[in-house]
Nanobody, 127 residues
Framework: QVQLVESGGGSVQAGRSLRLSCKVS??????MAWFRQAPGKEREGVAA???????IYKKSVKDRFTISQDDAKNTLYLQMNSLKPEDTAVYYC???????????????????????WGQGTQVTVSS
């Protein structure tokens, strides 16, 4: 069983930065990702990282966000720079499990392919 606990959310002005952290316990995951969900919208993938260090990003965040992981600390990070009001959402970290789809298409950032989820952390960006 994998458990995920996010931290680092908050309220900032546009143009500022935040770093989200996700403490991971357990193993058996090929890939980890960050998703977000704004009010009234579907959950969407933001970034993912494979255990071979390949990464993928949602187009709108590609030059502003960086996903990384520290295996020694069992922690996943999302560094978010140049934040915009449209980045406001609850951010979730997720880990792949036994779903075979995660191995085939992890880069598609489909929520249904990820088995384990954190509780979410709120990010609010004001203009």
């Amino acid at each position: 069983q994998v458990q995920l606990v996010e931290s680092g959310g908050g309220s900032v002005q546009a143009g500022r930065s935040l770093r989200l952290s996700c403490k991971v316990s357990g193993s058996n995951r090929c890939c980890m990702a960050w998703f977000r969900q704004a009010p009234g919208k579907e959950r969407e993938g933001v970034a993912a990282i494979h255990n071979d260090s390949r990464t993928i990003y949602k187009k709108s965040v590609k030059d502003r966000f960086t996903i990384s992981q520290d295996d020694a600390k069992n922690t996943l990070y999302l560094q978010m720079n140049s934040l915009k009001p449209e980045d406001t959402a609850v951010y979730y970290c997720a880990a792949g499990g036994t779903n075979p789809n995660i191995l085939l298409r992890w880069w598609l950032l489909l929520p249904a392919d990820y088995d384990y989820w954190g509780q979410g952390t709120q990010v609010t960006v004001s203009s």
